[in-house]
């Protein structure tokens, strides 16, 4: 599975953004797909994860409430929706999948897109 990150830029802080994680080579609806970030100096960071079906989700609480993640699989894309944006959401997000939902460690998960970058002002 090939998995394509899109969707961020810069905003001001309080603003929103929609990355999409489009996937090809496999079958999407096969896998769970997470969200993670990385911003400079730190670890890799577990957002959110969607069940294959997408009737089962599950968030970081940094994220709770702010962002969203959706799936279409009749399109092969994972959405991430965030609003209420932060400076310390500044980050390189990324999506994975995974065979199995739930999990939250990066290395759990087999296949990566290459991350979009999101830059909050204040």
């Known amino acids: 599975v090939q998995l394509q990150a899109s969707g961020g830029g810069l905003v001001q802080a309080g603003g929103s953004l929609r990355l999409s994680c489009v996937a090809s080579?496999?079958?999407?609806?096969?896998?769970?797909v997470g969200w993670f970030r990385q911003a400079p100096g730190k670890e890799r960071e577990f957002l959110a994860a969607?069940?294959?079906?997408?009737?089962?989700?599950k968030y970081a609480s940094s994220v709770k409430g702010r962002f969203t993640i959706s799936r279409d699989n009749a399109e092969n894309t994972v959405y991430l929706q965030m609003n209420s944006l932060r400076p310390e959401d500044t980050a390189v997000y990324y999506c994975?999948?995974?065979?199995?939902?739930?999990?939250?460690?990066?290395?759990?998960?087999?296949?990566w897109g290459q991350g979009t970058l999101v830059t909050v002002s204040s």
């Open positions: 080579g496999g079958i999407f609806r096969n896998y769970a």
């Open positions: 969607t069940s294959w079906s997408g009737d089962a989700t």
């Open positions: 994975a999948a995974d065979l199995y939902y739930g999990r939250s460690k990066s290395a759990d998960y087999d296949y």
